[in-house]
């Protein structure tokens, strides 16, 4: 073996070994997510039936609504799984049909999310008016927000896959972004617990 062929193999191997740090850095991310939701879930639990003399949860939440949010955004985390299934395959049309169908069931649950505030505050149900409304919006309104920067996150991939194709750039996004929409239904799923479902049924 000539020195030119050892000096390219090393070269190769160490090129081999400088992995992308976004995995890392993203997990880091959503650790630091984790503590402001558990912040937030902490703020609820404590701030959840202090209500003022205003409206309480039951006189607000109609669990069927809530139930159908919660249904469109776990039919999101699936479309997605969907999508990353096909990108294993290297299908990029199938991909990007399965990552619109994600975002479009993610902008269902968003318009839900906005008809559900905006009645809220028509009603006089506003986050001034007690504990119990300023914790409840604060904690589903930081979710909601995640879910439409996760959705326009989506939107700016769709675009890069179709300009780029299944690269292996356009592979780390969309596995990271994958992780990201899953944890988001995670998140929720804590919310309908502990906001919907408590504060209707107990």
Known sequence: MTTADMTGETHHEEHAHHDSPTPLGFWIYLMSDCLIF???FATYAVLG???AGGPA???LFELDFAL??????LFSSVTFGMGMLRMDKGDKAGVMKWLVVAGLFAIGFLAMELYEFHHFIEIGATPDRSAFLSAYFTLVGTHGLHVTFGTIWLIVLLV??????LNEAMRRRTTTLSMFWHFLDLVWIGVFSLVYLTGVVL
């Open 38 to 40: 558990g912040t937030l």
């Open 49 to 51: 039936r202090s209500y």
């Open 57 to 59: 949860p039951a006189n």
């Open 68 to 73: 159908i949010e919660t249904a469109l955004l």
């Open 160 to 165: 890069q896959i179709s300009k780029y194709g």
